[in-house]
C-alpha cells in the first residue's frame, strides 16, 4: 500500500511494513506505517519534521490523533536514529540516497524486522530529502541535547 503524500505530511523516511512488528499488535493492527517527513513552512519560512503514525481502516488511510502506546513511541524514536545515521553519511549519495536501493536499514523487532527506508512513493522526494536534510542539520543542537539527555538516562537504567 501507498502511503499518501499530503500538504501536511510529505514522508520521507518510512517503515511502510510496520504492522509486523507493532508490539503485542503485530500482524494483528490497523497502524501499518510509520514516517519521518516534511510538514508545513514553520514562522522562519522553512518545513519542519515530524512523525506519523499511519493507520488503514475501512480501505483508507488515516493520520489522525490519537493516545499513543509507548512501544510506538519507542519505534518511532528508533525511526528517528535510523534516519539520523543514514543522513550523516549521506552526502556521499548525488541524492541523498540510492534510488536503487531505497532501504537504509532493517531493524529486527518482535521475530520480524523494521523495514526502513526513503519513501519514493513521494513524486517530490529528491527536493523533499534535501530539504528533511536541512531541517534535520537545522536542529541538530536542539534533537542532540534530547539524544544526550536520552542516552544518559537509558545508561542509569541499565540499557
Known amino acids: 500500500m501507498k502511503i499518501p503524500v499530503s500538504k501536511n505530511h510529505k514522508p520521507v523516511i518510512i517503515s511502510d511494513n510496520y504492522g509486523k512488528v507493532d508490539g503485542r499488535f503485530a500482524n494483528n493492527t490497523d497502524a501499518k ?3 519521518l517527513g516534511l510538514t508545513p513552512w514553520n514562522d522562519e519560512g522553512k518545513p519542519h519534521i515530524s512523525a506519523n503514525l499511519w493507520k488503514y481502516t475501512e480501505e483508507k488511510w488515516t493520520g489522525q490523533s490519537e493516545e499513543i502506546p509507548i512501544h510506538r513511541i519507542l519505534d518511532l524514536s528508533i525511526l528517528i536514529c535510523s534516519a539520523m ?7 556521499r549519495y548525488e541524492h541523498l540516497y540510492d534510488p536503487q536501493n531505497p532501504v537504509i536499514d532493517r531493524i529486527g523487532l518482535q521475530g520480524n524486522a523494521m523495514t526502513v527506508a526513503v519513501c519514493t512513493d513521494n513524486d517530490e522526494i529528491n527536493e523533499d530529502i534535501k530539504l528533511f536534510n536541512e531541517a534535520l542539520s537545522g536542529d541538530g543542537e536542539m ?3 534530547r539524544l544526550r539527555t536520552l542516552s544518559r538516562i537509558l545508561k542509569d537504567m541499565g540499557y
Open 33 to 35: 506505517a510509520l514516517s
Open 85 to 91: 545515521t543514514h543522513f550523516s553519511e549521506a552526502y
Open 143 to 145: 534533537i542532540g541535547e
